[in-house]
């Protein structure tokens, strides 16, 4: 129908008009809690609520540009992109935010790195895990005690430094 | 001249032993980042800030500069070897590069992109050196309703003015604006957006950030993309010298970039990408052999390699003097300067001129280093592009975690009975921002420019308004504003007509994507 070129009709971008909602929940978020803010009455004028609502006014023009773009359907065309290999590196990373205090930063870095690899299909996982902390413990080693880094050390690295749990 | 002695200071700075040590590891570093595809030079400065934060500032700096320089020699390495750009502005290298190497010409390609790099680095840094002291010295009377102009030009350059679509672009940005509300406001101590948690309090990192879109968001696509094809590196065959003919085709290109690429660079006019692809064009109809571009001519190869390698150095000129970042490497170099309580800007010229004219000619010794680095060193660097991709991003996932755990590894979240870091969840949660950016064609660049540079829009936008009481008239009343508003209605402007009238092709190759 917009472009009088293509025989077949455009439906709109589905995806797209996902992500219109979600610019104009942003500028409903930020309109909200700037609405919110309790302000003496003598900053009133320049204070700290007029950036937001520019800001969010601004949102609320592109989700309508956004809504309008989906409806011509002028996005790029996108890749057809595996899910599996993201689920991996998301739960590498869940995994080791979930392990690091209680393990230490070279088991649970391990995991993330064991789980990177398994998204790019190289396996398998006790193995690359295996090889993912000891690369870790090396990394850990010379950016905690060689660069004086802040990381947090496990039953793995007081171990491998002290001798002792 | 008083900038020959300032420059000569500064080189006897940058010649002593430990400012010579962290330029040479900075393009050293540079260099590697530069050559593997998927890493930048914005993620490496930003994983780097926590490991400096108690080194010395200097070297600090005069490092961050080297990666910057050397991830512009050694992206080119990649685009011609891989037919892969190893960063954004050598996505033109690959172009004829890659068609050379195939032909045996690998050597003469990596040279011409090599000594390209150097003469325009050379004359691009000589040319920060003599037009920084005149923009301070115009940027001392600026007003902050001139600087407030000066980053609405900024922002329209880095989001409308070049991609496929000022619509994505300016998303891009208002992200970026809108993350960077968070936190307290810095005028009146009122807290913005925090949703009562604490970690929020200070804002969002703009590092933090970075290495999630950058790395995160990166390691995420290529993961997942199944279209993406295995590419083989060409091996270097034949002799890696440039022959006569190869110096005479070259030389006038390495200028030619030189002057299309520093002045983007230095004018908030895009990025090094945007430069090297005006330079190609430029080559293309400059050349006696036309007939050879697109069948690896070698000024395809001189002339975009020069001038992104002139526009990183251009882009230091606004960093330095107006503290006023245009890439994202810049802006993450802005982070780094701040990290040290240093403030770019025309001040900063005044109150450590020694630090500045240190830094400024590092960039000279630096460019020597790699010159000899890139040269004879070349088979070093194609070894890396060996490396498996999964040891790669899994090695890349593990230093850009170590990296923000590094900034900030308080393990101030409960989910439940654990600890957990709430810097890694934001890392995490950008992260996958940044895959969906990539993924519906949203540019990169935009939202950390728009974080960083947004707040500080901001405290000019008000510093205004508050000395003119309100009067929002006094945004355009200053000649210096006015043609900066024109400046920046003419960048969103004629790309608009450009694609009105079909040309829009050619807008869509100068995405400002990375670095």
Known sequence: MTTGSSSRERRPDGAALVIAAILAGLAVVIFWQTSQMRLPPLQQRVGPTVFPYVIASGLVLLAIGTVVSAMRGSFPERSKDDYAPIFWIIGGLVGQIMLLSVAGFSIATGVLFACTAKAFGRGPIWQTALIGAVFSFVVWFIFAKGLQLSLPAGPLERLLTTGSF | ?515
Do not use: C
């Not at chain 2, 840094?125 to 037009?131: K, S």
């Not at chain 2, 929020?200 to 950030?209: F, H, N, Q």
């Not at chain 2, 592009?385 to 040891?391: A, E, G």
């Not at chain 2, 654990?418 to 934001?426: A, G, K, Y």
């Open chain 2, 1 to 515: 001249m008083e900038t020959f002695d300032l420059l000569a200071q500064g080189l006897i700075s940058a010649l002593q032993v430990h400012n010579l040590i962290y330029a040479l590891i900075g393009v050293t570093l540079g260099t590697a980042v530069g050559v593997l595809p998927g890493i930048g030079p914005a993620l490496t400065v930003a994983l780097l800030l926590p490991v400096t934060y108690k080194l010395d500032p200097a070297g600090s700096l005069i490092m961050f500069a080297g990666i910057y320089y050397g991830g512009m020699y050694g992206g080119s390495t990649t685009s011609i070897l891989l037919n892969t750009p190893g960063e954004s502005a050598s996505i033109v290298t690959a172009l004829e590069g890659n068609k050379m190497a195939r032909q045996g010409r690998g050597g003469p390609a990596l040279a011409t992109a090599a000594i390209g790099s150097f003469v325009a680095g050379l004359l691009a840094t000589l040319g920060l050196a003599f037009i920084a002291p005149f923009v301070v010295k115009f940027a001392l009377a600026f007003g902050p309703w001139d600087y407030f102009a000066l980053m609405v030009l900024a922002f329209v350059t880095v989001s409308a003015a070049f991609g496929d679509s000022a619509l994505r672009g300016l998303t891009a940005l208002f992200i970026g604006l809108g993350l960077g509300l968070i936190g307290i406001d810095l005028q009146t101590g009122q807290t913005r957006l925090a949703f009562g948690i604490m970690d929020l309090l200070d804002g969002i990192e703009v590092t933090t950030m970075a290495v999630a879109l950058f790395a995160i968001g990166e390691t995420l696509k290529t993961a997942s993309d199944r279209d993406q094809v295995n590419a083989e590196v060409t091996a270097v065959k034949g002799s890696v010298w440039m022959t006569l003919e190869d110096w005479k085709r070259s030389w006038a290109a390495w200028l030619r970039g030189t002057f299309i690429g520093f002045p983007i660079g230095a004018m908030p006019a895009g990025g090094a990408d945007v430069a090297s692809f005006l330079s190609y064009s430029a080559e293309k109809s400059f050349s006696k052999k036309p007939e050879e571009f697109g069948h690896g001519a070698i000024e395809g190869v001189a002339g975009p390699e020069a001038a992104n390698n002139a526009s990183a150095a251009g882009t230091l000129v606004p960093l330095l003097t107006l503290g006023l970042p245009t890439t994202a490497t810049a802006a993450i170099m802005l982070a780094g300067f701040q990290q040290f309580g240093l403030q770019p800007g025309p001040l900063l010229f005044a109150n450590n001129a020694p630090l500045v004219w240190a830094l400024i000619a590092s960039l000279l010794v630096a460019n020597f280093m790699l010159l000899v680095l890139n040269l004879p060193l070349i088979g070093l660097w194609v070894r890396l592009l060996t490396i498996p991709k999964h040891w790669l991003y899994a090695g890349i996932l593990t230093f850009a975690t170590l990296g923000t755990l590094g900034a900030n590894g308080a393990m101030s979240m409960g989910f439940g009975p654990v600890r957990i870091s709430f810097e890694l969840v934001l890392l995490l949660a950008f992260g996958v921002l940044g895959y969906l950016l990539r993924r519906f064609g949203y540019p990169i660049a935009p939202v950390v420019v728009g974080l960083i540079l947004g707040p500080m829009a901001e405290q000019q936008l008000r510093r205004a308004l508050a000395i003119s009481q309100g009067d929002l008239l006094v945004l355009v009343q200053s000649p210096v504003s006015i043609v900066l508003y024109v400046v920046a209605i003419v960048a969103v402007g004629l790309p608009v007509i450009m694609r009105m009238r079909g040309k829009g092709g050619v807008l869509s190759q100068l995405a400002t994507d990375e670095d």
